[in-house]
């Protein structure tokens, strides 16, 4: 299999995966999406240390599945969502919306 169908898989993969989260919980597909984007930012971060050789095919698939799980993410922050904690949005989403809307 040639490392483009690889990406590709991996890239639909990616795709599918929110809709495996339950819909009802914004705090884990939120928190779901955000463990995909740093996942994909992963490769693209060995290539910029120079620990992995560049692949255009694999940044792109990073960047792509970067773009897809962030898309509309900002729907996942309804108002009672907050779940403090680590590893959880900040509190000032939810006591500075303007902001975070803005951003």
């Not at 939120?30 to 971060?45: C, I, L, N, S, Y």
Request: a negative charge.
């Amino acid at each position: 299999m040639s490392r483009l169908n690889k990406c590709v898989l991996i890239l639909a993969a990616a795709c599918l995966a929110p809709l495996v989260i339950a819909a009802d919980d914004p705090a884990e597909e939120r928190h779901e999406r955000m463990e995909e984007v740093g996942d994909a930012a992963k490769p693209v971060g060995g290539m910029l240390k120079g620990d992995l050789e560049f692949d255009a095919a694999v940044a792109l698939a990073s960047f792509v599945t970067m773009q897809q799980q962030i898309d509309g993410i900002g729907e996942l922050f309804p108002e009672g969502s907050y779940v403090g904690g680590e590893d959880r949005a900040t509190e000032a989403v939810w006591t500075n919306r303007a902001d975070f809307d803005q951003k």
